[in-house]
T-cell receptor, first 115, second 112 residues
Framework: DGGITQSPKYLFRKEGQNVTLSCEQN?????MYWYRQDPGQGLRLIYY???????QKGDIAEGYSVSREKKESFPLTVTSAQKNPTAFYLC??????????????FGEGSWLTVV | QKEVEQNSGPLSVPEGAIASLNCTYS??????FFWYRQYSGKSPELIMS????GDKEDGRFTAQLNKASQYVSLLIRDSQPSDSATYLC????????????FGKGTKLSVKP
């Protein structure tokens, strides 16, 4: 089946640890995104990538890092510099990054909790 | 600053009624508008997209866009309990999906 797969679904992080969230898509989409959602809040963009080996910061990139070595994969690392990482993380993709008609589709999300 | 405003609700409607969800946005340079449905603990799923002024219908859903008033709405006819969810409005500012701004969502509750 085509889609966006995120793993793990639930992740617990200890203080000072880095953790990596996986995102894989088999939709042949060029653009991929990471969003963060806090309870009662809208989605906020962390990073996005238009093409392999290139990515741009979104609105809340501090404390996060990404890589785009393959078209299908866009992992997100939550570093120890992110002081309040507990949130719901959503990976998304679209056919391309530009164009009014391009729609963003989401994976199932990953819950990260600091313990 | 570009903003997307939604009434947080909850909006409560009886089963079979029409639910009306509203969204306003701050910048006239907006090209595309999207409605997503998000069940509790799940990821958003696309319901409708609309790009031109007027109405767009898809089954029980109708999206309405008025660019002059900077207003987009979603009507759900014959509301069902399964429609109970949070509805997110998203507005694309400019031609880049990096500029897709989400509202905080309206929680809809459909009572049997």
């Amino acid at each position: 089946d085509g889609g966006i797969t995120q793993s793990p679904k639930y992740l617990f992080r200890k203080e000072g640890q880095n953790v990596t969230l996986s995102c894989e898509q088999n939709l042949n989409h060029d653009a991929m995104y990471w969003y963060r959602q806090d309870p009662g809040q809208g989605l906020r963009l962390i990073y996005y990538s238009q093409i392999v080996n290139d990515f741009q910061k979104g609105d809340i990139a501090e404390g996060y890092s990404v890589s785009r070595e393959k078209k299908e994969s866009f992992p997100l690392t939550v570093t120890s510099a992110q002081k309040n990482p507990t949130a719901f993380y959503l990976c998304a993709s679209s056919v391309s990054h530009r164009g009014a008609g391009n729609t963003i589709y989401f994976g199932e999300g990953s819950w990260l909790t600091v313990v | 600053q570009k903003e997307v405003e939604q009434n947080s609700g909850p909006l409560s409607v009886p089963e079979g009624a029409i639910a009306s969800l509203n969204c306003t946005y701050s910048d006239r340079v907006s090209q595309s508008f999207f409605w997503y449905r998000q069940y509790s603990g799940k990821s958003p799923e696309l319901i409708m997209s609309i790009y031109s002024n007027g109405d767009k219908e898809d089954g029980r859903f109708t999206a309405q866009l008025n660019k002059a008033s900077q207003y987009v709405s979603l009507l759900i006819r014959d509301s069902q309990p399964s429609d109970s969810a949070t509805y997110l409005c998203a507005v694309l500012y400019g031609g880049s999906q990096g500029n897709l701004i989400f509202g905080k969502g309206t929680k809809l509750s459909v009572k049997p």
